[in-house]
């Protein structure tokens, strides 16, 4: 509690207090109206008293009030400006997020599996497995790359997921 109270601005320290204060003196009115109810004979004396307690709590409202709409456009704007600079770094989160997905996607590049693909091309075909690692998002990604390049050549790949230490395991299952 000590904490959230800590990161206030004085602005909404100053809504809080006004709330407060607008309970308070709603709080006496409420005591004044169901208050306890007096014999005829100090009547006009303790109408007398109870009247100024209404003006005074009447009085406490309206101060809490206009603090309130005072601190409330200072708020507002300190609300807005919290939110741009939250909507900033989540933008800048994001673009970074997808420069780190652009770098592990490009795990086989075109010059490889090019160089892959004239290789693949003299060589014999078989039968492979492709395993990659089951929560590995990169070995998965590269397993499906190196995939297309064996497909393309001409082999038949059989891809299984497992759990192993890391990584992808080709193994050559037989000749075709």
């Known amino acids: 509690m000590v904490s959230f109270l800590s990161s206030l601005s004085f602005w909404e ?3 809080i207090v006004a709330s407060l204060i607008v309970l308070l003196g709603v709080s006496g009115e ?4 169901l208050g306890p109810v007096h014999s005829q004979t100090a009547c006009s004396q303790i109408e ?3 009247r100024s307690r209404e003006i005074m709590f009447a009085a406490v409202v309206a101060l809490g009030v206009g603090l309130e709409l005072l601190a409330l456009p200072f708020s507002l704007h ?3 400006v919290e939110a741009a600079r939250l ?4 933008e800048e989160l994001r673009k970074a997020n997808l420069e780190l997905q652009a770098q592990v996607a490009a795990r086989l590049s075109p010059s490889q599996r090019d160089k892959l693909l004239d290789l693949l091309a003299r ?3 078989g039968r492979l497995s492709l395993v990659a ?3 590995d998002i990169q070995a998965a990604i590269y397993r499906s790359q190196i995939n297309d390049v064996l497909a393309q ?4 790949v059989h891809l299984r997921n497992v759990v192993m230490d890391m990584g992808v395991l080709f193994r050559l299952i037989g000749q075709g």
Do not use: N, V
């Open 30 to 33: 409420f005591y004044l109206l």
């Open 133 to 135: 690692e089951q929560h």
């Open 78 to 80: 300190d609300t807005h």
């Open 48 to 50: 007398s008293r109870k």
């Open 87 to 90: 909507t900033r770094q989540a």
């Open 13 to 15: 320290s100053l809504e």
């Open 123 to 125: 060589a014999s075909k």
């Open 153 to 156: 050549s001409g082999y038949s």
